[in-house]
């Protein structure tokens, strides 16, 4: 496909659509939209465009696709696989940010409808105010946002209980490649009414459409929480909990596994003493319900499975403490060793300790050092692949691509996937085209075919 740059003609129309003053073309004013959390710079965009409405986004990129130009959507940018960042082919992002309204809660229903712009963190504060909880908790809740959140199909600590944003999405307004407004989904438990399209363009990274407004579902808060760390003698006997909690009759909102390189460099980080023995794992386990009583029971039940494992100790933990350790990886981690590589691979629970066993057999074997977190529960492994131990750049350049190849097989082998959270983006898509089966991907590429001829929304993400 051949594509054409941003014109001064076509400066002109995007500013006539949303105004001069928020079609930014300055090279300073750009720099922050070449790049996300994951991606150092990289190519700058044609032009930046804040529109302030769906109406205005539709017409953006009607615009677009008339003039055959690629339009790379954006959240807040706090992705890390350059999903939404623009590539060696320019062209206009456009940045939900300006759209950041809260359009409507009912409480009694127990929904909410906002615009895409607006940070999760708010969400979330907005219904914990009326008794009420938005269950979409991606740990970037204080700066991502819900547009974004729905584009990745985000994750996060509640996953195990709750599910992922799709879960907690009725339905999507969303502009589509050919710059039409559409209304995905329905306010319903229930539909068998055609293709459920709203699930499709979540978690589609913008290749499919533009979400530009969320009908969410809201749940009654908890009246009881309960924030229980179990210590273990090892990560074997910690990881048996994946599997035994659930047959004991216990759905956990958050099923946390650290262990014990990391909980040592938090603590170094932290200067918090950390109550594990060498070589040891702990478990963190938070518990709602909407009874204390039934909640005392889950606790005992929690800890009668727990030292049954072998625990070395199982007591309620201070919540501020110990997600403060838990959240303080990525920042201890770093500031222990610089990070070559970061990865997230999901497997089915059950497989998490096998999966595990073969990236330790992996790291020997190709001299590859690294460290990880899990959300143990839904079986999704976040690793810091370490820059260190390697003879120089090359070295570790293809080291580093070999251990991801060979941890990426490995997943798939075990009935997994490349990525339980980060997605696909630009940076894992020849892993993903790699291992995807080939009927699905050919399904994939036909969906995103019907639906944008011209291949202009986010053009080189997921697959080429």
Not at 8 to 18: K, R, S, T, Y
Not at 266 to 283: F, I, N, T
Not at 305 to 310: E, F, I, P, Q, T
Request: hydrophobic share 40%; glycine share 10%.
């Amino acid at each position: 496909m051949e594509y054409n740059h941003v014109t001064p003609a076509v400066v002109a129309d995007l500013e006539a659509i949303v105004g001069a003053k928020y079609v930014w073309t300055d090279r300073d004013k750009k720099i922050p939209y070449g790049q996300d959390e994951g991606t150092g710079p990289a190519c700058l965009p044609d032009v930046v465009v804040l529109p302030a409405s769906a109406e205005e986004l539709a017409a953006v990129v009607r615009l677009a696709n008339d003039a055959v130009i690629p339009v790379i959507p954006r959240g807040t940018g706090t992705g890390l696989e350059g999903g939404a960042v623009a590539d060696s082919r320019g062209g206009i992002v456009v940045s939900t940010e300006r759209m950041d309204r809260i359009v409507e809660i009912n409480e009694d229903a127990m929904y909410m409808v906002v615009q895409a712009g607006v940070i999760t963190a708010r969400i979330q504060e907005e219904a914990r105010k009326r008794g009420l909880l938005y269950a979409g908790d991606p740990c970037s809740g204080d700066c991502c946002c819900i547009g974004g959140n729905g584009a990745t199909n985000a994750g996060g600590n509640r996953a195990v209980k709750y599910g992922t944003t799709r879960d907690q999405i009725y339905a999507i307004e969303v502009v589509t490649p050919t710059g039409q407004i559409a209304h995905l989904g329905k306010r319903l438990h229930k539909m068998t009414a055609g293709y459920p399209l709203e699930k499709i363009v979540i978690g589609s990274e913008g290749t499919l459409g533009i979400i530009t407004e969320l009908t969410l579902k809201l749940v009654p808060l908890p009246r009881a929480t309960a924030h229980v760390l179990a210590v273990f003698p090892s990560p074997e006997t910690a990881l048996a909990l994946v599997t035994a909690l659930p047959k004991a009759g216990i759905t956990p909102t958050c099923l946390e596994f650290m262990d014990y390189d990391v909980i040592s460099v938090v603590q170094d980080w932290l200067k918090e003493k950390q109550p594990c023995p060498a070589g040891g794992a702990y478990m963190i386990i938070q518990l709602d319900s909407s009874r204390d009583e039934t909640l005392d029971d889950d606790c005992v039940t929690v800890d009668e499975v727990c030292r049954r494992l072998g625990a070395v100790d199982v007591f309620m933990a201070d919540a501020d403490k110990v997600w403060k350790a838990r959240k303080a990886f990525t920042e201890a981690s770093a500031a222990d060793c610089p990070v070559a590589a970061m990865e997230d691979f999901v497997v089915p629970p059950d497989r998490l300790l096998p999966f595990m066993e073969r990236l330790r057999d992996l790291g020997q074997a190709l001299g590859v050092v690294f460290r990880g977190v899990s959300h143990a529960g839904d079986g999704n492994i976040h690793l810091d692949v370490l820059r260190k131990g390697f003879a120089d750049e090359g070295d570790e350049k293809q080291k580093v691509a070999a251990f991801e190849d060979k941890a990426c097989q490995a997943a798939y082998e075990l009935g997994g996937a490349i990525s339980g959270e980060h997605g696909i983006g630009q940076a894992r898509k020849a892993l993903f085209a790699k291992y995807t089966d080939p009927v699905e991907l050919a399904l994939m590429k036909a969906v995103k075919q019907a639906w944008d001829p011209k291949n202009i929304l986010n053009p080189g993400k997921i697959f080429d």
